[in-house]
């Protein structure tokens, strides 16, 4: 059994570690709701481009030279995914979810014979998959310096992406990222972007009297790269108000489960403290029973 | 009959600018600057570096803007761009810097032909508001 001094020693750390946790979960706390805010303020930016881009791609005259942003290469032979995950861990089950759905993925790629390549945005998902997928991994994309998610970062990102797609480097993208649905739920998700999946069913019906300013092909040349951006921009901010939900959870399980723990060491502590005494007790009352 | 039709500016981050009571907009579209009053045509376009000018009850308004779409439908009129600053709260300063960038990224010459058409738009345009 522990010494009574090692018990204490124990109930202090423990105590301190809980401070810390629960530390961390107010400033997730406090983050989470920014984020939560700027993901909702950034949708209405990335609706109405789907929006346009929905229209437009509708009312393209020829579908042969269609931008090949839109239509593919024709091929899907190499696949490129964009794995985004966070900069700093401790936020539970955060990035290995993301990982396990984007492994599953590659895993079937590979049994299609598809060849893979990947990017990796955020310095965690990049340690988790370099083990396995190392030889894979072309790039590795990390904003530990900006605060938030900005618009600047996803342009960067998107500028990677359509460099290497213009160089013919790959031909179909995908992102991986987690969606924020709410503080214990995220749901990891795969999007492809490029070629873009037009999303049928949720449209509004807009008729075709629109007048385009030059005509829909250079329109779309122009836009599609920016939705690249704009799809990219939207998954870093459901990234990270997931990223916060997440910490928040995890951090207030281990808080939780910290005040468990000092409780039960309580309890031996104060076991082992009254098991001293009596066994002091009986000495003295043996020792005078000898005389 | 009112002659006001809705405004929305959007920006990636959030949504800029709404107003419900413009007269007039004003946009720097590609193939040149554009008006729009109420009952226009359904229209999509995109913007180049430009000045959006906007007219409304509370008079006038200036925005520098570097890109965006606009689009324009039953008298609501939608801009989405990733840069766009009121021309009042732009400080001599800032603008200088912009200036100073763009300048140095259209002396390089590894920039297409459009790329480098759009800067010099933007520097022209920033001449004029400094």
Known sequence: MASLDDLKKRIASVKSTQKITKAMKMVAAAKLKRAQDSAEKGRPYSEKMNNIILNLSEGISDKENAPKLLSGTGKDQIHLCIVMTSDRGLCGGFNSNIIKKAKSYFSRLSSEGKELKIIT???????????????????????????????????????????????????????????????????PQAQQIIPLKTETGEKEKLGDNYEFEPDEDEILTNLLPKNISTQIFKAMLENSASEQGARMSAMDNATRNAGEMVDKLTIEYNRSRQAAITKELIEIISGAESL | MSEEF?????????????????????????????????????????????????????????????????????????????????????????????????????????????????????????????
Do not use: W
Not at chain 2, 6 to 14: A, D, F, G, R
Not at chain 2, 26 to 50: N, Q, R, T
Not at chain 2, 105 to 123: C, F, G, P, R, V
């Open chain 1, 121 to 187: 945005v955020g310095s965690k998902g990049n340690d988790q998959l370099k083990r396995v997928f190392g030889d894979k991994i072309i790039e590795n994309i990390s904003f530990k310096n900006s605060k938030n998610a900005n618009f600047f970062d996803a342009e960067k990102v998107s500028k990677i992406i359509i460099e290497k797609f213009q160089k013919e480097e790959f031909d179909v993208c995908t992102i991986f990222f987690n969606q924020f649905k709410n503080v214990i739920t995220q749901i």
């Open chain 2, 6 to 130: 809705k405004l929305e500016v959007v920006n990636p981050e959030k949504s800029f600018l709404s107003k419900d009571d413009v007269t007039e907009v004003v946009v720097p579209a590609f193939e040149g600057e554009m008006g729009i009053l109420k009952d226009h045509i359904s229209i999509i376009s995109f913007l180049k570096p430009g000045i959006i000018k906007l007219y409304s009850k509370s008079g006038e308004e200036k925005y520098y803007v570097e890109d965006g779409i606009i689009e324009f439908k039953n008298n609501n009129l939608s801009i989405l761009t990733s840069s766009i600053f009121n021309i009042k709260d732009m400080e001599k300063s800032k603008i200088d810097k912009m200036l100073r960038v763009a300048e140095e990224e259209t002396a390089k010459d590894n920039i297409s032909d459009q790329a480098k058409y759009l800067i010099d738009q933007k520097i022209e345009v920033l001449r004029t508001i400094n």
